[in-house]
């Protein structure tokens, strides 16, 4: 299994005005992209493009509810 790697250290809660928070993307030392999380939707640049995939946030919650896997929340 691929192992996956996002790193975010905060020590405290932070609230999105106006600068995207970017995320880069590892699977075992692949660099596969950026995750990009802003106010009004949720970007994803693969590794080697140039094109950003973006989606509004109903749209993201639509596929994710759609397509993802159900797992027990942990918070």
Known sequence: MAKHEVKLRLNQGITIENVDVTFPVWSDEEFLGRLRVSKGSVD????????????????????????????TATR
């Open 44 to 71: 994803w640049q693969p590794a080697h493009g140039q094109m950003v995939y973006r989606l509004g946030w109903e749209k993201f919650a639509d596929m994710m509810v759609d397509n993802g896997r159900k797992v």
